[in-house]
């Protein structure tokens, strides 16, 4: 299968902090899909980027997909966007692989 | 209508009882996915119907049994499970062929 890795594993920031994280994919993929998982165990929908730039308030997430990569960035970081950051991307069928997860605490 | 509903929210039973976990999606989605997430881990996909038919098995044990009834609905048959099957399993749909994925909240379950 595909493997996904994320980094880093563990994220602090001060609240107002700009922050990227990195997932990097080992095999040729036609979608990927970053994720935000809330201390309740909801895993809500942040993009859905094969590829290019896309932004959506504070953040925005970037995938270069000739090399395997793609970064989201959080600006202006808010206690509210603690939790855990996956990525996730398929094979050719329905199959999805997630990444090992960055966990980001934001402090006031 | 972008939501996966689930239910229960928590389940606690007992290794001999048998229960179930219940999905369900009005998105017209036609792939439908049962994971479970071990606590600090990611999901780990355990099948995946697509057009209501069983697609994937990753190597389940059998005291999970999963059923599509139409393609709304998706069901987790649980029967003597073991402690170490507590975890939260999680619902989602998409379109099928690898496209987005939507998620539910989860059921947590613990196995005593």
């Known amino acids: 299968g595909i493997q996904v890795e994320q980094s880093p594993p563990d994220l602090i920031l001060q609240e107002g902090a700009n922050s990227t994280l990195r997932c990097n994919f080992s095999?040729?993929?036609?979608?990927l899909q970053w994720f935000h998982q809330n201390p309740w165990g909801q895993l809500i929908n942040l993009f859905y980027?094969?590829?290019g730039t896309k932004q959506n308030g504070r953040l925005s997430a970037t995938t270069v997909a000739t090399e395997r990569y793609s970064l989201l960035y959080i600006s202006s970081s808010q206690t509210t966007d603690s939790g855990v950051y996956f990525c996730?991307?398929?094979?050719?069928?329905?199959?999805?692989?997630f990444g090992t997860g960055t966990s980001l605490t934001v402090i006031p | 209508d972008t939501e996966v509903t689930q239910t229960p929210k928590h389940l606690v039973m007992g290794m001999t009882n048998k229960k179930s976990l219940k999905c369900e999606q009005h998105?017209?989605?036609?792939?439908m996915y049962w994971y479970k997430q071990k606590a600090k881990k990611p999901p780990e996909l355990m099948f995946v119907?697509?057009?209501?038919?069983?697609?994937i098995n990753e190597s389940v044990p059998s005291r999970f049994s999963p059923e599509c009834p139409n393609s709304s609905l998706l069901n987790l048959h649980l029967h003597a499970l073991q402690p170490e099957d507590s975890a939260l399993y999680l619902c989602?749909?998409?379109?099928?062929?690898?496209?987005?994925?939507?998620f539910g909240p989860g059921t947590r379950l613990t196995v005593t």
């Open positions: 989602a749909s998409g379109q099928a062929g690898g496209r987005e994925q939507y």
């Open positions: 095999d040729s993929v036609n979608n």
């Open positions: 980027i094969p590829s």
């Open positions: 996730a991307v398929p094979n050719t069928g329905n199959q999805f692989y």
């Open positions: 998105m017209g989605h036609r792939a």
């Open positions: 119907y697509s057009y209501e038919k069983l697609s």
